[in-house]
């Protein structure tokens, strides 16, 4: 029975060059788990609390010293010596630690890098991979449901990317792909670099920049509306030889970023600024579902605009994915009330939104109960660490939503899910 001997956190940086919290946790059989922590740009109201230093003389007040304190102090010394396997009792100790709602008295992010580093030492002292540990607490979480049987995530793949990832270029925050087909994830891979090939051909030929890209990889283009950055999609999978059977378009509005609480509209385009109630964007996504192979739209109302997401799920459930994430921000009890009023039928799964790894698998599990579809997700704000992609497969989530394939903290992803196929395929 490995115990945990040292813990130890560092600021490094992320994927946007912002500091971030890095966390080791060594045993006392010499088994290390590190961890990193991502941060987001558009952020739900309702996320758990990510602790900044504040200090504008260091970082423009980003730093996260703070969070490393909370970390190689109260965490550390409340943390040592105990088992390490035993991730749920060590998790709720952890929040007890904090005393807040959210976290915000440690951070979220120091509590999270302790979470997962756990996790990854757990897993080296035990000689298994990541997801062969994070299946069976995943088997343990989702108790009386069955447990989960390890596979691999359909790529949800970032073509354009626009809103608070791209400088605001279009309204919606990510178009993506998704192959739809089975295969070896090296086949879905090298269907997704193909479109993303003719993507940049035609936004090239367009005139239009084809080579810059935003925070996740995709292409960040100045387009005259956001129905112009579907097409331009839609028309690199007809470039690339597929159907939209084989491969299908979703999209994240991230809407609560277009929402004014006071008036209580939203505000389109940014060229044109269209400002339209709810009902009337209900009706613009009512077109777009027409007109284009959508399969899925996330946050296509604001976080607290319940009415419009229960009415629009009502109408369109049947036939398209409609995805939680500002909405929900991976909490439990947020998705209970979605569940209630039946406001979605997927849930995006963001680690540092609730700020542990057992709180994340309560929330997958109530996800599966109800029968919603599970999409574990990365940042914009990423780093190296690979966790999501152990994660998505352990618990035989839907769909994983990475960024796009190029920018090497989106890659390191995509590669660690083609190592753990082959580990699968030995197994």
């Given at each position: 029975?490995?115990?945990?001997?040292?813990?130890?956190?560092?600021?490094?940086?992320?994927?946007?060059?912002?500091?971030?919290?890095?966390?080791?946790v060594?045993?006392?059989?010499g088994?290390?788990?590190?961890?990193?922590?991502?941060?987001?740009?558009?952020?739900?109201?309702?996320?758990?609390?990510?602790?900044?230093?504040?200090?504008?003389?260091?970082?423009?007040?980003?730093?996260?010293?703070?969070?490393?304190?909370?970390?190689?102090?109260?965490?550390?010394?409340?943390?040592?010596?105990?088992?390490?396997?035993?991730?749920?009792?060590?998790?709720?100790?952890?929040?007890?630690?904090?005393?807040?709602?959210?976290?915000?008295?440690?951070?979220?992010?120091?509590?999270?890098?302790?979470?997962?580093?756990?996790?990854?030492?757990?897993?080296?002292?035990?000689?298994?991979?990541?997801?062969?540990?994070?299946?069976?607490?995943?088997?343990?979480?989702?108790?009386?449901?069955?447990?989960?049987?390890?596979?691999?995530?359909?790529p949800?793949?970032?073509?354009?990317?626009?809103?608070?990832?791209?400088?605001?270029?279009?309204?919606?925050?990510?178009?993506?792909?998704?192959?739809?087909?089975?295969?070896p994830?090296?086949?879905r891979l090298?269907?997704?670099?193909?479109?993303?090939?003719?993507?940049a051909d035609?936004?090239?030929?367009?005139?239009?920049?084809?080579?810059?890209?935003?925070?996740?990889?995709?292409?960040?283009?100045?387009?005259?509306?956001?129905?112009?950055?579907?097409?331009?999609?839609?028309?690199?999978?007809?470039?690339?030889?597929?159907?939209?059977?084989?491969?299908?378009?979703?999209?994240?509005?991230?809407?609560?970023?277009?929402?004014?609480?006071?008036?209580?509209?939203?505000?389109?385009?940014?060229?044109?600024?269209?400002?339209?109630?709810?009902?009337?964007?209900?009706?613009?996504?009512?077109?777009?579902?027409?007109?284009?192979?959508?399969?899925?739209?996330?946050?296509?109302?604001?976080?607290?605009?319940?009415?419009?997401?229960?009415?629009?799920?009502?109408?369109?459930?049947?036939?398209?994915?409609?995805?939680?994430?500002?909405?929900?921000?991976?909490?439990?009890?947020?998705?209970?009330?979605?569940?209630?009023?039946?406001?979605?039928?997927?849930?995006?799964?963001?680690?540092?939104?609730?700020?542990?790894?057992?709180?994340?698998?309560?929330?997958?599990?109530?996800?599966?109960?109800?029968?919603?579809?599970?999409?574990?997700?990365?940042?914009?704000?990423?780093?190296?660490?690979?966790?999501?992609?152990?994660?998505?497969?352990?618990?035989?989530?839907?769909?994983?939503?990475i960024?796009?394939?190029?920018?090497?903290?989106?890659?390191?992803?995509?590669?660690?899910?083609?190592?753990?196929e082959?580990?699968?395929?030995?197994?």
């Open positions: 029975m490995a115990r945990i001997a040292s813990v130890h956190a560092r600021e490094v940086l992320d994927s946007r060059g912002w500091p971030t919290v890095e966390v080791d060594r045993c006392d059989d088994a290390l788990g590190r961890a990193i922590v991502p941060s987001g740009a558009s952020t739900g109201a309702a996320e758990a609390h990510e602790l900044r230093d504040g200090d504008v003389s260091r970082y423009d007040g980003r730093g996260v010293l703070r969070a490393v304190a909370s970390v190689n102090g109260e965490i550390a010394a409340t943390i040592s010596g105990l088992n390490v396997v035993d991730q749920a009792a060590i998790d709720r100790r952890l929040i007890a630690l904090d005393g807040t709602p959210n976290k915000h008295r440690l951070g979220a992010n120091a509590i999270l890098g302790a979470s997962l580093a756990i996790a990854h030492a757990a897993a080296a002292a035990q000689r298994v991979p990541l997801w062969k540990h994070l299946n069976r607490l995943a088997a343990e979480a989702f108790v009386p449901l069955s447990p989960p049987t390890p596979r691999m995530p359909t949800m793949t970032n073509m354009i990317s626009g809103g608070a990832h791209a400088g605001e270029n279009i309204d919606f925050q990510d178009i993506l792909i998704m192959p739809t087909g089975a295969g994830m090296s086949e090298e269907s997704i670099a193909r479109v993303y090939r003719r993507l035609l936004l090239e030929t367009a005139d239009l920049e084809g080579r810059l890209v935003g925070d996740e990889g995709g292409f960040g283009p100045r387009l005259e509306s956001n129905e112009s950055a579907i097409e331009f999609v839609a028309s690199a999978i007809k470039e690339a030889g597929f159907t939209f059977d084989q491969m299908q378009i979703a999209l994240d509005v991230a809407a609560t970023q277009l929402y004014n609480c006071r008036n209580k509209n939203y505000r389109l385009m940014q060229f044109v600024k269209i400002v339209m109630p709810s009902e009337k964007l209900a009706e613009f996504y009512a077109r777009l579902i027409a007109r284009f192979p959508l399969a899925s739209v996330e946050d296509p109302f604001a976080e607290d605009d319940w009415a419009a997401w229960s009415e629009f799920t009502a109408k369109h459930g049947n036939k398209l994915q409609i995805v939680g994430d500002d909405l929900i921000v991976t909490n439990p009890g947020r998705l209970k009330r979605v569940i209630a009023e039946r406001a979605a039928n997927a849930v995006l799964i963001k680690l540092n939104q609730i700020g542990t790894l057992t709180e994340t698998l309560e929330t997958i599990r109530l996800a599966r109960q109800a029968g919603f579809r599970t999409i574990v997700s990365a940042r914009s704000g990423e780093t190296e660490d690979t966790t999501i992609a152990d994660l998505a497969v352990a618990t035989a989530a839907d769909q994983i939503k960024g796009s394939i190029v920018r090497s903290e989106r890659l390191a992803k995509y590669n660690r899910l083609l190592r753990i082959e580990e699968l395929s030995a197994c």
